[in-house]
Each structure stands twice: as structure tokens, then as C-alpha cells.
């Protein structure tokens, strides 16, 4: 029901833009299906649907950025035929997660500036580090590189834009994937309106992705009380484990 609400809304919108001023140059209007996702026990990821209205002609871009924190890339190398860790470094402010969506191809909406700007495209992110003296950019370069790697092979950055589907010559929707490793916090989507190449307006909508019911209870008593949770999980396992050896030898005598 409420999918079918934004759409009539959005249609509405769209219908009315030259009576009520929103045919103001650069003009974008967004909404989500949901403004917030539930994590349970049994969460298996979730589909996020955005609608949007655009009152002038152009191109749009979408890009959804979960909460930051601090990340630790490290360098490994084969010492006497055993892989060690050895370069490290320590990016600040990084994604936990991102993806983006685009109305046309990365090389055709805009130029790389433009693109690296906004940050449309995984291969425009670049995070900043305090170990960047220590390198050539080219070392730092590589870093980063592997950072985003590393976040795609966990399905947290994307391998490629995901695309927007036009209903009709103003009101477009796309859906992005939440994987069900996707962390808590706060979500940041930002949606660009482009033309010939160059951003006219840019709109910012949240989130809320959080645990709820006994997942979140689950959660809060492990990171309330750290020492008592990994006690218990000890103990359930060697529960298990004395549990199972005695049913084996039960059976086989």
C-alpha cells in the first residue's frame, strides 16, 4: 500500500510541477518505500526501493552511504614459506557501506571530476589516512585498492552501478540491495540530478537500518557485557560438545 501511495504522490507531483513552482531548475523530489530496516533473527537482507520525481530534464544519480568508522588494510608477505602481515594502514571515515545507481553509464553522466566529486562509483571513493607519509602514492593507491576489494568480495561495495528505471519522462524509481552482513547505524542517500555533465541539485534523505527484538537483545547484552556473553558462548560449546560425546558413546555401546 504504502508503494502504491508514493506512486500516486510522485505522479501527482509531477502532474502539478508547473502550477506550484517545482519546475525550478534542478528540481528533484525522492521518497523510499521504507525509511528504516529491520534487523531479526532470521534476516536475510533486504530490497530498498526510492521513487523520485525530476521537474527539469537531465540525468540521475543515487548513492546510498552507511555509517563510518575506522579500517586497518595490511600488506601480507610469504617469510620462509609462512604469510605474515606486514605493511599496514589505517584509513579514516570509511563507509561500512555503500552502492550506487545511475540513469545512464558511469563514462556518458558525467566527467571523472565530476564523478569523483560526488562519489559516484566505487572507484571514485578514496579515504584519507594519517599513514599516507609513510608511502608513495602509489603504495597508498594500493591500499585503497585493496580496501575496496575487500568490502566487494563481503558484498558491501558494488562491482557495478545498479540501474534507475524511468516510468515515465519524470518519475523514476530504483531498488538497492541491503546484504544481511549490512551493519547498524545511520544511512546517508543522496540523489543527483545532472545535466550536460554537471550536478543541478542534489537531494538527502536517511536510513535507519537497527536490530529489533531478540537479535537486538542478543546484541546489547554482548556488547553490555562482553566478558559474560563470551563465558556463556564457552561454555554453551563445551556443553555441546560433552552433550554430543556422550549420546556417541551411548549409542555405541
Known sequence: MRNLFIIIAALVMAGFAPFNGARAQGDVVIDLAVDHVD?????????????????????????????????????????????????????????????????????????????????????????????????DAPVVKGFQDALIRNKQAARLFPTEAQPITYIDDKFFRTTLYLPSNVPTGLYTIETHLLKNGKVQDVRTTELKVAQVGRSAAIYNFAHSWAFTYGFLCVCFAMGVGWLSNAIRRRLSS
Open 39 to 135: 534487523i531479526t533473527t532470521g534476516f536475510n537482507g533486504a530490497h530498498l526501493s526510492l521513487f523520485g520525481v525530476q521537474s527539469e530534464p537531465g540525468d540521475i544519480a543515487i548513492t546510498i552511504k552507511g555509517p563510518r568508522r575506522k579500517m586497518v588494510v595490511r600488506q601480507k608477505k610469504k617469510i620462509l614459506g609462512v604469510w605474515m602481515n606486514r605493511k599496514g594502514m589505517e584509513f579514516e571515515s570509511v563507509p561500512i557501506y555503500y552502492d550506487y545507481a545511475l540513469s545512464k553509464p558511469e563514462t556518458e553522466i558525467a566527467p571523472e571530476d565530476v564523478r569523483r566529486a560526488n562519489y559516484l562509483g566505487a572507484d571514485t571513493l578514496r579515504f584519507a589516512s594519517k599513514d599516507e607519509k609513510k608511502f
